[in-house]
T-cell receptor, first 115, second 114 residues
Framework: KAGVTQTPRYLIKTRGQQVTLSCSPI?????VSWYQQTPGQGLQFLFEYFSETQRNKGNFPGRFSGRQFSNSRSEMNVSTLELGDSALYLCASSPGQVSSYNEQFFGPGTRLTVL | GNSVTQMEGPVTLSEEAFLTINCTYTATGYPSLFWYVQYPGEGLQLLLKATKADDKGSNKGFEATYRKETTSFHLEKGSVQVSDSAVYFCALKGWGNQGGKLIFGQGTELSVKP
């Protein structure tokens, strides 16, 4: 089975622009979660989708949004980019029903640099 | 709220040394506990997990036991190799509607010298 794929792998944007990142989960997985990784804040949860519905949201401003499509692929969008949004954005997928027991499988991440 | 605390790094060891990375957690209910590893330039890989008290997770020579009485999930390996050099993250998933959300510790960088 192919793993979680994320596109693009690298992005450079300038302040004020917006960006869309894409994630394709492992085939058959219906839950997708997004995380932001920075040297200062570490790994922080952004949001989680299951069957096209947002089930959980982290403590991020409204500039961060996401969605999930009927084929379980997910996108996240960041509007009005700030320098502090520079980070590695990781997507993770889980099989079946969301549960505390299910492990999450991570993609390689998208490295976003905001200039 | 739920949280995870890991020992600070970096940790530098010689090849074949014994490894312990401490992890303690705060959580309500019955969380599941995980160790993830991140190699340079890559995403996170699940190393091992435990879903209830006294469970022992193990993989590739690494072990960790879910200790509810001490709220700990310390990672151990008897003999490390240079290829184990990476950043290790302890994480928990909460109970109920928090089940889709991983909460991570700050990560511990391990460097193994030949």
């Amino acid at each position: 089975k192919a793993g979680v794929t994320q596109t693009p792998r690298y992005l450079i944007k300038t302040r004020g622009q917006q960006v869309t990142l894409s994630c394709s989960p492992i085939s058959g997985h219906r839950s997708v979660s997004w995380y932001q990784q920075t040297p200062g804040q570490g790994l922080q949860f952004l949001f989680e989708y299951f069957s096209e519905t947002q089930r959980n949201k982290g403590n991020f401003p409204g500039r961060f949004s996401g969605r999930q499509f009927s084929n379980s692929r997910s996108e996240m969008n960041v509007s009005t980019l700030e320098l502090g949004d520079s980070a590695l954005y990781l997507c993770a997928s889980s099989p079946g029903q969301v549960s505390s027991y299910n492990e999450q499988f991570f993609g390689p991440g998208t490295r976003l640099t905001v200039l | 709220g739920n949280s995870v605390t890991q020992m600070e790094g970096p940790v530098t060891l010689s090849e074949e040394a014994f490894l312990t990375i401490n992890c303690t957690y705060t959580a309500t209910g019955y969380p599941s506990l995980f160790w993830y590893v991140q190699y340079p330039g890559e995403g996170l890989q699940l190393l091992l997990k435990a879903t209830k008290a006294d469970d022992k997770g193990s993989n590739k020579g690494f072990e960790a036991t879910y200790r509810k009485e001490t709220t700990s999930f310390h990672l151990e390996k008897g003999s490390v190799q240079v290829s184990d050099s990476a950043v290790y993250f302890c994480a928990l998933k909460g109970w109920g509607n928090q089940g889709g959300k991983l909460i991570f510790g700050q990560g511990t960088e391990l460097s193994v010298k030949p």
